[in-house]
C-alpha cells in the first residue's frame, strides 16, 4: 500500500514531507509557450 498526499493547489501526488513546486516556477501562459516552440523549430 503506497502513502501519498495530494497537492491542494496542481493535485500532484507527494511522498510523505516531499514539497510540491508547482507554487515556485512560474506559470507559462500559451503564448509563451509557443514563443518558444517557434524558436526551437
Do not use: F
Request: glycine share 4%; net charge neutral.
Amino acid at each position: 500500500m503506497s502513502y501519498y498526499r495530494t497537492c491542494q493547489i496542481c493535485g500532484a501526488r507527494l511522498d510523505p514531507g516531499e514539497r510540491c513546486d508547482c507554487d515556485q516556477e512560474p506559470k507559462q501562459t500559451k503564448r509563451e509557450e509557443e514563443k518558444e516552440c517557434k524558436k526551437t523549430a
